[in-house]
Nanobody, 124 residues
Framework: QVQLVESGGGSVQAGGSLTLSCEAS????????IAWFRQAPGKEREGIAV????????YSADSVKDRFTISRDSAKKTVYLQMNSLKPEDTAMYYC?????????????????WGPGTQVTVSS
């Protein structure tokens, strides 16, 4: 069964840090790209970072690349999103998603497998 489960969300003050985790089933992890998306209330879902589990290749959106870092632990089949210097505008539901192939890596409609999400709230 292809499955993803996010954890690590919570409430933090501006300037703080959080690390999100995305635990994947074997079929959702092996040989795939796993990305983090976020969706703030009233806004479209935004792709922010992706990692290729085979070799660790990463790509991040300009909006977060200086503050957020994506990484993986293949032994645990888990992808992480380290978020530093958080801002109130980072408040959103954060989702991880899995797909085959290193193309359209931050396009929402390229992903067919999604986790249920974890909420991040940053207060000023």
């Amino acid at each position: 069964q292809v499955q993803l489960v996010e954890s690590g969300g919570g409430s933090v003050q501006a300037g703080g840090s959080l690390t999100l985790s995305c635990e994947a089933s074997t079929s959702a992890y092996t040989g795939r790209c796993i990305a983090w998306f976020r969706q703030a209330p009233g806004k479209e879902r935004e792709g922010i970072a992706v990692i290729r589990t085979l070799d660790g290749r990463t790509y991040s959106a300009d909006s977060v690349k200086d503050r957020f870092t994506i990484s993986r632990d293949s032994a645990k089949k888990t992808v992480y999103l380290q978020m530093n210097s958080l801002k109130p505008e980072d408040t959103a539901m954060y989702y991880c998603a899995s797909k085959m192939g290193w193309y359209s890596v931050l396009a929402e409609n390229a992903y067919s497998t999604w986790g249920p999400g974890t909420q991040v709230t940053v207060s000023s």
